[in-house]
């Protein structure tokens, strides 16, 4: 039996304004294999949450920081993101990209710089639904090579990318090997 201090904590963002959409679906079967490992998830709705932008003050970066400098719900967020030893991102893509709502949170995680060594030493899912059939027409691939610049460039792994084709909401239900490479990618996150 898992000790409660070993379970890992595992941090889902959903950044789909679809509560229950493609991405979330995904990210619902990450969290199911973490589960099954016995991990701790916690899954975050930043669509319902007040995420201003950055504001590129650079107070978060002062050395006596108290933090960032923006007083919205970020400021619940920070501490879970660094309790969490996995994070995982499930996005769209909303033009070419990923949404507005994971930019948002993304840009914000600069004020992470304020807590200890290395932040970002987390392992980190990657989760995204599209509508196009192809992911490099669809601009999934533009979202998958900015995560990966980011997330090497701030030092954290990134222990996998689970994507699939779908439109319409909890469509991608149907795609039974996305769901698969899913919930392995959650029993890798809770390892
Ligand atoms: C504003 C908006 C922009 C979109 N842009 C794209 C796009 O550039 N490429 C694409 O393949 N699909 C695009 N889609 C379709 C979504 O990616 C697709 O419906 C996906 O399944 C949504 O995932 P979700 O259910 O997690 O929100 C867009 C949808 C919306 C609402």
């Not at 493609?22 to 990210?27: E, R, T």
């Not at 201003?52 to 650079?58: D, L, R, S, T, V």
């Not at 699939?164 to 039974?176: M, V, Y």
Request: proline share 4%; with cysteine.
């Amino acid at each position: 039996m898992t000790n409660r201090s070993e379970r890992k904590k595992v941090l889902i963002l959903l950044g789909s304004p679809r509560k229950n959409g493609n991405s979330a679906i995904l990210a619902q079967e990450i969290a199911k294999g973490a589960e099954a490992e016995g991990a701790e998830v916690e899954s975050l709705y930043i669509h319902g949450m007040d995420i201003k932008p950055c504001q590129a003050c650079w107070v978060c970066q002062n050395p006596d920081a108290e933090g960032c400098a923006i007083k919205d719900d970020m400021q619940t967020v920070f501490p879970k993101l660094i309790e969490a030893d996995s994070w995982v991102i499930a996005t769209p893509v909303h033009w070419f990209n990923m949404s507005t709502q994971t930019k948002l949170w993304m840009d914000r995680c600069f004020a992470l710089a304020k807590y200890g060594e290395n932040p970002f030493r987390k392992k980190i899912g990657i989760a995204i639904a599209y509508g196009d059939v192809d992911p490099y027409a669809s601009g999934a691939i533009n979202a998958i090579r900015c995560f990966q610049d980011a997330f090497r460039y701030v030092g954290a792994k990134i222990a996998g990318i689970v994507y699939g084709s779908a439109l319409n909401s909890g469509e991608i239900a149907q795609n039974e090997a996305a769901l698969k490479a899913a919930k392995e990618l959650g029993h890798k996150l809770a390892e």
